[in-house]
């Protein structure tokens, strides 16, 4: 009969080094151990493997056969043993991923984000270890190389492998968001806050005092437009006129049409 049956399960790692060793105790009715008794083991589910490629191990003297299993996959195995006799019995052989060699990727939810202190874009951390498996409860920390920029949060607990942020920020500009780990691994995006076009302001600026206007001395007018936040809009078509009881007298250069540049 089999008397007792084991095995490491004490967070061994899936690296295809690290051994999780199954023990099986064989005994006869009266609880004596059984020498030289042959034992067949075999993975019923899971990717885990011998080492040395063979499924049979006999008892020693104190009726104990061992086998020791590896895996590069992070998961529970179903193992069976089996005794001459026919007598069957399974159990779980665990494996799970190994921080050590964890490696971080980082994604984005958008490129573009609007700099209204609402809009925002999720940064998720992705970590795995050198065999691809995802780990859970490795601190994952976020920075944003600016002040002006905000994180919802700097450390995280992956969960599943996936650890999270938003980023937000009043001010445009492009901020870069670095996700690193403990191994040294790390990973950084790139994402562009712009001003926000819902809230846009033009001003216009003339020369003070009294102007006098020519073919070869023009007015020079500028207009600046900006978010209630201060941040200018580029790319905006601004349109120039002057009041049509007027307007024979004077021409506006580009038909009064302009675009702002990155200043607004």
Do not use: C, W
Not at 20 to 44: K, Q, R
Not at 79 to 94: A, D, M, P, R, Y
Not at 98 to 126: R, Y
């Amino acid at each position: 009969k089999i008397a007792t049956l084991s095995a490491s399960n004490n967070g061994v790692l899936a690296n295809e080094n690290a051994a999780n060793t199954v023990s099986v105790n064989v005994a006869d009715e009266g609880s004596n151990p059984i020498n030289d008794h042959t034992v067949t083991f075999a993975v019923l589910s899971g990717s885990a493997t011998s080492f040395n490629n063979q499924n049979t191990a006999k008892t020693d003297v104190n009726g104990l056969a061992t086998f020791d299993l590896k895996s590069s996959k992070q998961e529970d195995n179903t193992v069976e043993v089996t005794l001459e006799n026919g007598v069957k019995q399974t159990l779980i052989v665990s494996f799970v991923g190994d921080s050590s060699t964890a490696q971080v990727d980082l994604q984005k939810s958008k490129n573009e984000v609007v700099a209204d202190g609402n809009d925002s874009a999720t940064m998720t951390a992705t970590v795995r270890d050198a065999k691809g498996n995802l780990l859970n409860d490795v601190k994952v920390t976020f920075n944003v190389n600016s002040a002006e920029a905000k994180l919802s949060q700097t450390e995280v607990n992956s969960h599943d492998g996936i650890a999270t942020a938003t980023l937000t920020s009043l001010k445009n500009g492009d901020y870069r968001v670095t996700a690193s780990v403990s191994s040294g691994s790390q990973a950084n995006q790139q994402v562009i806050f712009i001003g926000d076009q819902s809230t846009a302001a033009l001003t216009l600026s003339v020369p003070s005092g009294d102007i006098t206007v020519t073919n070869t001395a023009p007015l020079h007018m500028t207009a600046t437009l900006q978010d209630k936040n201060g941040n200018p809009l580029k790319d905006k078509e601004i349109t120039f006129s002057v009041p049509n009881d007027v307007a024979s007298r004077f021409s506006i250069s580009n038909s009064g049409k302009g675009m702002t540049d990155s200043n607004g």
